[in-house]
């Protein structure tokens, strides 16, 4: 099992720009999480997917945050326009649904100039 | 209101020493609780999960933690600790009731030769 895929693992992207991470989830798996980890503020939950429908996106900070899923084995977090205040690392997690464990990609580091 | 508490930031221990990290929750239902490992540039990696039955569970690489209801804890321990267990550990809590897990702000473990 390949398991949680990010891509890319590393951005470097200048103030303004568009911002796009990926990706796919565990096969099989319903259940799909947007995390943002920094030194500030640990690890935050920004969205999460059931069955490929948005449940809660109360963490997405603002307006310049979206996040898609258009089908079961791949998703986006796209920031537009990005400002230095968005460089964390975005970690995607997926699990077979309620009660299960969270599996882990290796994380996408995003630096915004 | 649902929170996850670990006192210690840091912690160091010297090789083959053993080992206890302190994670104390706040939640209003029937409390599934998880510890993670995060190693240097990785993502998070399950090491143990409780959700009901037995309150002192098993996890991977020799940890265990154990459930303790009157004191809202589920501390992780490891009886002889090795040099590779350097990392970061989340505690996190969910429950029947959402899919979220809230995850404490971590403790950095450091392993003295």
């Known amino acids: 099992d390949a398991g949680v895929i990010q891509s890319p693992r590393h951005e470097v992207t200048e103030m303004g720009q568009e911002v796009t991470l990926r990706c796919k989830p565990i096969?099989?798996?319903?259940?799909l999480f947007w995390y943002r980890q920094t030194m500030m503020r640990g690890l935050e939950l920004l969205i999460y997917?059931?069955?490929?429908?948005?449940?809660?996106d109360s963490g997405m900070p603002e307006d310049r945050f979206s996040a898609k899923m258009p089908n079961a084995s791949f998703s986006t977090l796209k920031i537009q326009p990005s400002e230095p205040r968005d460089s964390a690392v975005y970690f995607c997690?997926?699990?077979?649904?309620?009660?299960?464990?969270?599996?882990f990609g290796p994380g996408t580091r995003l630096t915004v100039l | 209101a649902q929170s996850v508490t670990q006192p210690d930031i840091h912690i160091t221990v010297s090789e083959g020493a053993s080992l206890e990290l302190r994670c104390n929750y706040s939640?209003?239902?029937?409390?599934?609780l998880f510890w993670y490992v995060q190693s240097p540039g990785q993502g998070l990696q399950l090491l143990l999960k409780?959700?009901?039955?037995?309150?002192l569970v098993q996890g991977i690489k020799g940890f265990e933690a154990e459930f303790k209801r009157s004191q809202s804890s589920f501390n992780l321990r490891k009886p002889s600790v090795h040099w590779s267990d350097a990392a970061e550990y989340f505690c996190?809590?969910?429950?029947?009731?959402?899919?979220?897990?809230?995850f404490g702000s971590g403790t950095r473990l450091l392993v003295r030769p």
């Open positions: 409780y959700f009901s039955g037995d309150t």
């Open positions: 096969s099989g798996h319903n259940s």
């Open positions: 996190a809590v969910g429950g029947d009731s959402s899919y979220k897990l809230i």
């Open positions: 939640y209003g239902a029937t409390p599934y």
């Open positions: 997690a997926s699990s077979e649904g309620l009660y299960n464990e969270q599996f």
């Open positions: 997917f059931n069955n490929n429908v948005p449940i809660d």
